[in-house]
């Protein structure tokens, strides 16, 4: 499974952004989907995920009830839809497949897009 981030950019606080995971291949919908974050200096931090079906979605508490996770297997992607952005959403945006479902850790997840650069401004 490849996975392709993109989308970033620079947005000012309170604002929303949508970044997008795309995958190559035919089994995409048999991967539970995953994104993490990682901000200068910090460790990689489950954002949310989304069951390879897309009946199943769960955040982690930082972007509870701010942020979306879709997916449109029939187009092979994942979105990430990030409203009522702050400061400390700042970060290099990555997702990634596991076969685990509701896994928050990154050694649970076997395949990763290079990541895509969120920054918010104060």
């Known amino acids: 499974v490849q996975l392709q981030a993109s989308g970033g950019g620079l947005v000012q606080a309170g604002g929303y952004l949508r970044v997008t995971c795309t995958s190559s291949g035919s089994t995409f919908s048999t991967w539970h989907v995953g994104w993490f974050r990682q901000g200068p200096g910090m460790e990689r931090e489950f954002v949310g995920g989304i069951r390879g079906s897309g009946s199943n979605t769960y955040y982690g508490e930082s972007v509870k009830d701010r942020f979306t996770i879709s997916r449109d297997n029939g187009k092979n992607t994942v979105y990430l839809q990030m409203n009522s952005q702050k400061p400390e959403d700042t970060a290099v945006y990555y997702c990634?497949?596991?076969?685990?479902?509701?896994?928050?850790?990154?050694?649970?997840?076997?395949?990763w897009g290079q990541g895509t650069q969120v920054t918010v401004s104060s």
């Open positions: 990634a497949a596991s076969r685990s479902l509701f896994a928050t850790m990154p050694a649970r997840y076997d395949y």
